[in-house]
T-cell receptor
Framework: SQQGEEDPQALSIQEGENATMNCSYK?????LQWYRQNSGRGLVHLIL?????REKHSGRLRVTLDTSKKSSSLLITASRAADTASYFC???????????????FGKGTKLSVIP | DAGVIQSPRHEVTEMGQEVTLRCKPI?????LFWYRQTMMRGLELLIY????????DSGMPEDRFSAKMPNASFSTLKIQPSEPRDSAVYFC????????????FGSGTRLTVV
């Protein structure tokens, strides 16, 4: 089942602009991850943010997490044509038993950066 | 490290045939996952292993699907018999931790059942 829901489904911006994608989820989580997928390729991990963290940065990426609202956002600053891809959030929730956890992906946001 | 290696990259088979997808995870990663991606359903977790033991196979569609991990460096996903609705991209991913690191995905196997 899909836990994370990205918004918007598609986003088109000019090169140099910032891109913001949002993710909402339904149950409590242990961590939330963002991935990028270029057309026809596998997913690439971008950032992992734990439930006790509020913000994380990696290069031009900034991720925020608001557990009270069950939402996260991914900001890409100064976008480039090479950022064109689909972006997915994935939530991780541990449940009973050692090594038992659930990771579910949203359906993604398709970002197009126009040169 | 060469990353997660999947084979074959593409597979076209006739309905009713057996299909075997293969995955070599990153050495030292304790977790291995099989996902399926389609336009309609997005990314679906089929099964995952921890230390070669299947932990959660609730995502396996039906008995036609089976997965094994005979050792830490190899896993297979088998579909027998295959059906056209199994057409999808199948990804294998591995991770060293469920809480500290993200997953490393393979390039996927694009399966077409005609």
């Amino acid at each position: 089942s899909q836990q994370g829901e990205e918004d918007p489904q598609a986003l088109s911006i000019q090169e140099g602009e910032n891109a913001t994608m949002n993710c909402s989820y339904k149950t409590s989580i242990n961590n939330l991850q963002w991935y990028r997928q270029n057309s026809g390729r596998g997913l690439v991990h971008l950032i992992l943010i734990r439930s006790n963290e509020r913000e994380k940065h990696s290069g031009r990426l900034r991720v925020t997490l608001d557990t009270s609202k069950k939402s996260s956002s991914l900001l890409i600053t100064a976008s480039r044509a090479a950022d064109t891809a689909s972006y997915f959030c994935a939530t991780v929730r541990a449940y009973s038993g050692a090594g038992s956890y659930q990771l579910t992906f949203g359906k993604g946001t398709k970002l197009s950066v126009i040169p | 490290d060469a990353g997660v290696i999947q084979s074959p990259r593409h597979e076209v088979t006739e309905m009713g045939q057996e299909v075997t997808l293969r995955c070599k995870p990153i050495s030292g990663h304790d977790y291995l996952f099989w996902y399926r991606q389609t336009m309609m359903r997005g990314l679906e977790l089929l099964i995952y292993f921890n230390n070669n033991v299947p932990i959660d196979d609730s995502g396996m569609p039906e008995d036609r699907f089976s997965a094994k991990m005979p050792n830490a460096s190899f896993s297979t996903l088998k579909i027998q018999p295959s059906e056209p609705r199994d057409s999808a991209v199948y990804f294998c991913a591995s991770s060293g931790s469920w809480d500290r690191y993200g997953y490393t995905f393979g390039s996927g196997t694009r399966l077409t059942v005609v």
